[in-house]
């Protein structure tokens, strides 16, 4: 770790605190293969809830006859749109996708029916007994004509168009450059399939325990559907095994509790490897123009861009992509002039919605082989070029926002060029296969392999955006139990693997100076924790703990008042005590405390963000921004196309680091899966199908693929943010995958336009 | 359905004889995978991981008879040095868990176009050996692939072994895939020297219906082998020789457009990994070294 570090504040007085890497409380069970997933989830009597799904990407559905399905031996409840008590309409930000469909399916795997039975074969055979009179219309596959395409929602196929606007409108430059580009689609390729178990009440409510990012906004729409008050639809955080964004819409949940409700019994649902490519949101596929100049300094001029975004049969989270694809648009660089289109349009393709860099990963591709471009154009070292043009604090980003805390874009790009190269590759001796392209493949000893390097900088908001209340929620109690001060922590807010367990006892560590801190299971029984996406729990979670730890511990301080005769004078807790200035122990908490709990409750806000002007984009959207530069160096096998990066080296300002091995963990998988995007992993929709929903051709890197990763932290704090921290998750995917296109560009010359980078591609 | 594990090769022929729709199953690795995605749904399923036989490898003068059910880590680990070419097919093959499990027999019973031992035992003139309850039969592996995912086995036969020669010369395969581990070849490429016999034998994966050799491209390069008197004098191979060598295996296939890659690279990488596949032969062989 480099860079300064921020002062502690008062009350760090335990290990184990915040800036150290305490072991995950999770940790043991999961590399032991005991930890509980949602797909674990077991209740005696329980049903078995099965999905029935439309093969067609677009068909109006004539009729549906159950009666076949309902008689088979075993089956519990057949249910269909007919069965959906509350509003037949869910969805993340606009309310426009039925729960079951009714006379229309506008994707192929839109749910349709559901069946619970004794047995999931049972119920699986069963839904092959329903039959569904579909009278398949054409699909709407091309995002760029759809918005001529007749109308797939009321309002059109239009979801969302974004303007940014800035300086002269007609700006000439003396070095223009022209890039045309197309992202694929993406999946969040967790390996926890969506799963969860509804238990009724008997009373008319239910307890639905799912895998999610979110369970209050999943609260909000199964009560919607279900036509239930939340009171009666509880929700319990179940194992999460990965989510990258894929868990933010719903999946099973309202089905689940449509079985419980309906049936009386517990309903477990689990989607196999398959369906579950149908059963969430995918990265958005996108279309991007751009036009980028420059004078012959190499300052950039003015900056267009057009961008298009696929966003499938439903809204989901489109909006705010489109918004951040548009914002985020032209990377971390000081542009006096700028022009960008972004728009997302509905398709009978998949629906798309979140992914880990939400909107800004598609844009990096474009900006950053501009960048490239104008280097090249300009005879400049692309470096150089991106240090020349480099966005700092102080600069004023395309909406108009004042960057107003530390942007060391700069710096980044500049560290990760002055590390040492990787070694080249050897000549002579013998070869070991994982070091080339094509890996064990067998395919080059060393012919036709080059070497290319690439730099990619850029940058991604963190928390939501454009004037939304965002929020958290947590409930710290203190009290003392066997003569130990423990402390538990309660918060809505969904662990999926990033390790924010892990980061919420270390703020209560350091709050409150006690080692034991519990982490309470998060549910609704206690006030929303936002969502786990775009970077922000440790923030915005983390900030709310932080704000209610102080909370008790004022009160803590406050109980001290009865005991006149302390030897000093109380200003804060360390390592189970009640401490002065000085940090000398007054007053074991075990004393102070006796039999009483301290325990508060409170919400806490980022500061707030404001929407954007509908015609200029201009605005203070963003809360704060998270920087990274990626240097990759790949060998590429320029006869047959197939790459092997060397080393994927990346520098990232965190602010804080709050756990310095979760920081580094978050790097490397954020790096990893920028990288196969530029790679290999792409969604193949042909027609408005799915071609390869299975891990045999959605291919996501194996660690032979994985690169050593050299990375540097910096630490200069963001004064807004709690301990100084910047969102680290999303930062790497955004910047790893340019770079990695870039280096495969300078080996083997081609102005690769597609990601992933095909072997055709590469070959030319 | 049910489930059938005879204990001996006699029980599993018989059974197969009684039951010839029966599945045979041994690692697994590929039947597991089509019941559990439900693509198919056998009444029955033979089990053939009990069978002793199935499991062994012997050698039989300059022969190996690799038994049906011998894993892919067992050919590196054991017969690496006779089998180069299988051995160096086994390594690309899958992760560590499917090399253990999974297994030539298996291979050749899925007969997919993109198995990666086809290519390696089409180079190397195997023979699949077919049992029933009607005796034994040897088939030369040329004639045993007939169609995609179809081969020469009559539904009471089972495939309990595969006789290779041991190599008498250098052994290359080669796989293009994209990505760098665990991964279905995308095209692939086997390719072998037999010196006693003045042969190059060819095999072609992933990129037809079934997995062949490349006839013409053999027969170009033996008579070019044998009229440069290259086999006795050990020279460099000419550019041209290799050139058209590469030109003619990539003729011999007949690839499609699919998920995994389209034809017109699968031809380009196959002149790739044929040119080059015969350039480290050759030079293995030139220095003298088999394997
Ligand atoms: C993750 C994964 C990765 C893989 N990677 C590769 C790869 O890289 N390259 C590759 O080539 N394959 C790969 N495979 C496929 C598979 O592992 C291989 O085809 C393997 O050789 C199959 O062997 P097995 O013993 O598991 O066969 P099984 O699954 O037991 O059987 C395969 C087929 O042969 C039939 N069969 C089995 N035994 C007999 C017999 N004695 N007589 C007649 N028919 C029989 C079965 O009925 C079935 O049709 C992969 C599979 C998986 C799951």
């Known amino acids: 770790m480099t860079g300064p570090a921020i002062t502690e504040q008062v009350g760090t007085g335990t290990a184990r605190g915040v800036g150290s890497s305490p072991a995950r409380p999770d940790g043991v069970l999961k590399v032991t293969g005991q930890f509980a997933y949602g797909s674990d989830l077991w209740m005696d009597g329980m049903l078995w809830g099965v999905t029935l799904r439309s093969p067609h990407p677009h068909a109006v559905i004539g009729s549906i006859d159950i009666s076949a399905a309902l008689a088979t031996p075993g089956v519990h409840a057949v249910l269909t749109h007919a069965d959906v008590p509350g509003r037949n309409l869910v969805g993340l930000e606009h309310a426009d996708q039925p729960v079951l469909a009714e006379s229309v399916v506008r994707y192929q795997g839109e749910p349709v029916a559901l069946v619970a039975a004794d047995h999931p074969e049972i119920a699986r055979r069963a839904a092959g007994r329903i039959v569904v009179d579909y009278q398949v219309l054409s699909p709407v596959s091309d995002p760029r004509t759809a918005l001529d395409a007749a109308p797939l929602h009321p309002g059109g196929n239009l979801v969302r168009r974004v303007k940014i606007r800035k300086g002269d409108p007609a700006p000439v430059a003396d070095v223009v450059v022209r890039g045309e580009y197309r992202v694929g689609m993406q999946d969040q390729a967790f390996l926890g399939p969506e799963s969860g178990l509804a238990i009724p009440d008997g009373e008319g409510g239910v307890d639905l325990h799912v895998a999610t990012q979110w369970l209050h906004v999943d609260q909000q729409q199964v009560c919607t559907a279900l036509g239930l008050t939340p009171d009666r639809v509880r929700l319990t955080l179940a194992g999460v095994g990965g989510a990258f964004g894929g868990r933010e819409d719903l999946s099973m949940h309202v089905h689940g509790c449509l079985l419980a409700l309906h049936t009386g019994k517990p309903i477990k649902m689990v989607y196999s490897r398959e369906e579950s490519f149908f059963g969430h949101v995918h990265r958005h596929p996108a279309w991007l123009q751009y036009e980028y100049g420059a004078d012959s300094s190499g300052a950039l001029v003015y900056a267009r861009g057009e961008i298009c975004l696929d966003g499938g049969a439903y809204a989901s989270s489109t909006g705010a992509v489109v918004a951040n694809a548009a914002t985020m648009g032209l990377g971390p660089y000081d542009i006096p002039n700028v022009h960008v289109d972004c728009y997302g349009v509905y398709t009978t393709n998949p629906p798309c919605g979140a992914m880990r860099g939400f909107g800004a990963v598609q844009a990096a591709f474009a900006y950053e082989a501009m960048m490239d471009k104008l280097a090249d154009a300009l005879q400049m070292d692309p470096v150089a070029l991106r240090i020349r043009n480099a966005m700092s604090e102080g600069s004023r980003v395309p909406t108009g926002q004042l960057v107003d805390s530390a942007a060391p874009v700069a710096e980044l790009i500049g560290r990760v060029r002055d590390l040492p190269q990787p070694p080249a590759p050897p000549t002579a001796g013998p070869v070991d296969l994982r070091q080339l392209p094509g890996g064990v493949g067998n395919t080059t000893h060393g012919e036709g392999v080059r070497r290319g390097v690439g730099y990619a900088v850029a940058y991604k908001n963190v928390a939501f955006s454009e004037g939304f209340d965002d929020h958290s929620t947590a409930r710290v109690r203190l009290e003392v139990a066997g003569g130990t001060p423990i402390v538990t922590v309660h918060t809505a807010a969904a662990e999926v693997g990033q390790g924010l367990v892990t980061v919420q006892q270390q703020i209560c560590r350091t709050e409150l100076g006690v080692d034991t801190v519990l982490v309470h299971p998060a549910d609704t029984t206690v006030g929303s924790a936002g969502s786990t996406s775009a970077s922000r729990q440790t923030y915005v979670t983390g900030g709310a703990v932080q704000h209610v730890c102080a909370l008790v511990r004022a009160r803590v301080l406050e109980l001290t008042a009865a005991l006149p005769d302390l030897p000093g004078t109380p200003v804060g807790l360390r390592d189970g005590a009640v401490v002065d200035a000085d940090g000398a122990a007054l007053i074991d908490l075990a004393e102070l405390l006796g039999d009483q709990a301290v325990e508060r409750t409170d919400e806490w806000r980022h500061r707030r963000t404001y929407p954007i002007d509908p015609e200029t984009g201009q605005g203070d959207a963003h809360v704060q921004y998270s920087f990274s530069a990626h240097r990759a160096v790949v060998d590429v096998d320029v006869e047959l196309g197939l790459v092997k990066v060397i080393e994927l080296a990346c520098a990232q300002d965190v602010g804080r680091a709050m756990n310095p091995d979760a920081v580094l963990g978050q790097i490397q998988g954020g790096s990893t899966q920028g990288m196969g995007l530029a790679l290999m992993e792409e969604i193949q929709v042909v027609d408005g199908k799915i071609v390869n929903p299975s891990f045999t051709d959605y291919l996501i890197p194996t660690i032979l693929d994985t690169p050593p990763m050299p990375i540097q932290v910096l630490e200069n704090p963001d004064p807004h943010a709690p301990f100084g921290l910047r969102g680290v998750g999303e930062a790497p995917t955004v910047s790893s995958g340019p770079a990695v296109l870039a280096a495969i560009r300078a080996a083997c010359g081609h102005d690769l336009t597609r990601v992933p980078v095909r072997p055709q591609d590469i070959i030319g | ?291």
């Open chain 2, 1 to 291: 359905m049910e489930f059938l594990a005879p204990a001996d090769l006699g029980d599993a022929v018989a059974a197969k004889a009684a039951h010839p729709d029966a599945v045979p199953i041994m690692g697994g690795t590929d039947v597991m995978v089509e019941l559990n995605f439900d693509r198919r749904r056998p009444e029955l399923l033979l089990d053939l991981g009990r069978v002793p036989e199935l499991r062994e490898w012997d050698r039989d003068g300059d022969r190996i008879r690799l038994g049906a059910a011998v894993s892919y880590s067992r050919v590196i680990a054991e017969l690496s040095g006779v089998l180069p070419g299988l051995a160096m097919a086994s390594r690309t093959v899958g992760s560590p868990q499917i090399r253990n499990r999974g297994s030539i027999g298996g291979n050749l019973g899925a007969a997919s176009p993109a198995g990666d031992a086809h290519p390696a035992l089409l180079a190397a003139a195997a023979e699949v050996e077919l049992t029933s309850v009607r005796g034994v039969r040897r088939v030369p592996i040329d004639d045993f692939f007939l169609g995609v995912k179809r081969h020469a086995g009559a539904p009471d036969e089972l495939i309990t072994a595969v006789w290779i020669g041991a190599a008498t010369g250098p052994q290359q395969f080669s796989k293009v895939g994209t990505r760098n581990a665990m991964v279905i070849a995308v095209c692939s490429f086997g390719l072998a020297l037999h010196p006693g016999s003045a042969q190059v034998r060819t095999g072609i994966g992933s990129a037809a219906p079934t997995p062949r050799r490349a006839a013409a491209a053999e027969t170009f390069v033996n008579a070019a082998l044998q009229d440069g008197n290259l086999w006795h004098s050990r020279d460099v191979l000419a550019e041209s020789l290799l050139t058209e060598f590469a030109r003619r295996v990539t003729a011999a296939a007949a690839p499609i457009d699919d998920v995994r890659g389209t034809a017109d690279y699968r031809r380009r990488a196959l002149g790739v990994l044929a040119r080059r596949c015969l350039q480290w032969a050759w030079t293995d062989y030139r220095s003298g070294s088999v394997g």
